[in-house]
């Protein structure tokens, strides 16, 4: 970091709303005015990206394609919603049929109460 020798005091005006808007981002001023120097040099001197600074929210063609693309992709989980239904009622039905199945064989597994207890007796 320079020390005080090699800085320079820069003093300004700018309107409150600004200001405001940039105390949002930056604890200190003096880190704001520097980032908003070095990128004010680097684009006259032509070392930004040539999209930097255009603002592609408000490009109407860019908002038309990211709304195609989430079409697409919400088509696509739409046919994967109706698959996996399909696939949940084929699951149910099948369920059903064992719990059935399942009855069945417990009622003929159960034996049927057909003699009376016995009493017990003591032989001594």
């Not at 930056?26 to 980032?35: R, S, V, W």
Request: charged share 25%; with cysteine.
């Amino acid at each position: 970091m320079p020390n005080d020798d090699e800085k320079v005091r820069v003093n300004g005006r700018v309107p409150k709303e600004l200001y405001g808007n940039i105390c949002q981002y930056y604890d200190n001023m003096t880190q704001a005015i520097n980032e908003a120097l070095e990128l004010l040099h680097t684009s006259k001197n032509g070392t930004l990206h040539k999209d930097c600074g255009k603002n592609m929210q408000n490009d109407a063609s860019s908002c038309k394609e990211q709304v195609d693309i989430l079409k697409q992709q919400l088509s696509i989980l739409v046919e994967q919603l109706a698959t996996k239904d399909n696939q949940l009622e084929k699951q149910a039905f099948h369920i059903q049929t064992l719990i059935q199945e399942n009855s069945k064989l417990n009622l003929k597994l159960l034996p049927e109460k057909t003699e009376t207890k016995k009493p017990w007796y003591k032989f001594w």
